[in-house]
């Protein structure tokens, strides 16, 4: 039961990441890749560590603090750089099919590390997921914008970010607590973030913004940025690495559905064949046939 709590946790943090993704597209036009991402984890942080403080959040012990910052600059500092150009080259609904890969990359990751065995199952149920991510991009390619494939393979080489902090944050959440890694890890890359921003002069771009761009900041901030990853690290701390990460498969489902209405993005046939083979392989690589006890075969 433990494992499906966490499973449904995570379906609710990739829903909300979904709706990120159709705000940071929206906002695109307004800021570069790294003044989106100082929004979304400026904010993110200023909501997190109250919550953290408030609650006394087990913080990461003295000897880990180095590996949780690490894992949060290459998470929030350098995965949403990456991810925010992807989604200003494709739309939301393709970015989002793409980051739909993590679960692939989260269970070749941790086979290869030895943290989590593969079995059929996961490997059949992802595989089902992927080709049909696979699928519904090559059977759209025509309709996308130009030069999406840019911002498709971008996504997925962002996503071994994201495939390495899953792996190698169970342990550190295990000897803290979720929130506390989190905070750390996020204040971590909000911090870098805004140095580089200062240093380049990317933060100058929230000056422009009307009263739109800043009610979609804010809610990419507490919705996509707080809320959201604070759910994903509580799956982390109940369910495996790869259930967690092959929630991420209904990311693009809110994504299409929000962005027809802010960008006017179209919800195509191959987008819904590929998704139908999304949640079977959700399914499948979610749920184990039950074991029969040896007494019961007695």
Do not use: H
Not at 146 to 161: F, K, N, P
């Amino acid at each position: 039961m433990g494992e499906w709590i966490g499973v449904a946790i995570a379906l609710v943090s990739s829903s909300l990441g979904g709706t990120a993704a159709a705000i940071t597209r929206y906002l695109a036009g307004n800021a570069d890749p790294i003044t989106l991402a100082i929004l979304r984890w400026a904010i993110g942080f200023l909501c997190v560590l109250p919550v953290a403080v408030l609650v006394r959040a087990k913080w990461p012990q003295r000897e880990d603090l180095p590996a949780v910052a690490a894992l949060g600059f290459a998470f929030f500092g350098v995965f949403f750089v990456l991810y925010n150009i992807a989604i200003s080259y494709t739309t939301a609904a393709r970015a989002s099919l793409a980051l739909a890969t993590l679960p692939l990359s989260t269970m070749l990751v941790g086979a290869v590390l030895g943290i989590e065995p593969l079995t059929k199952r996961k490997s059949i149920g992802v595989s089902i997921a992927v080709l049909g991510v696979g699928a519904a991009l090559a059977s759209g390619l025509a309709s996308a914008p130009s030069g999406a494939w840019r911002g498709e393979l971008i996504m997925i080489a962002a996503v071994l970010c994201m495939a390495f902090y899953n792996v190698w944050s169970r342990p550190l959440i295990r000897r803290s607590s979720a929130l506390g890694f989190l905070t750390v890890g996020m204040g971590t890359g909000a911090l870098a973030l805004i140095v580089v921003g200062a240093m380049t002069g990317s933060a100058a771009a929230l000056r422009d913004f009307g009263t739109s761009q800043w009610i979609a900041g804010i809610y990419l901030g507490i919705a996509g940025g707080a809320l959201a990853f604070i759910l994903w690290v509580l799956a982390l701390e109940r369910a495996s690495p790869t259930r967690v990460a092959n929630t991420m498969t209904v990311n693009p489902v809110a994504a299409a559905v929000l962005a027809t209405q802010l960008v006017g993005e179209p919800i195509t046939p191959n987008l819904v064949v590929g998704l139908i083979a999304v949640f079977a392989g959700i399914w499948i690589a979610t749920s184990e046939p039950k074991q029969t006890s040896s007494a019961t075969r007695r």
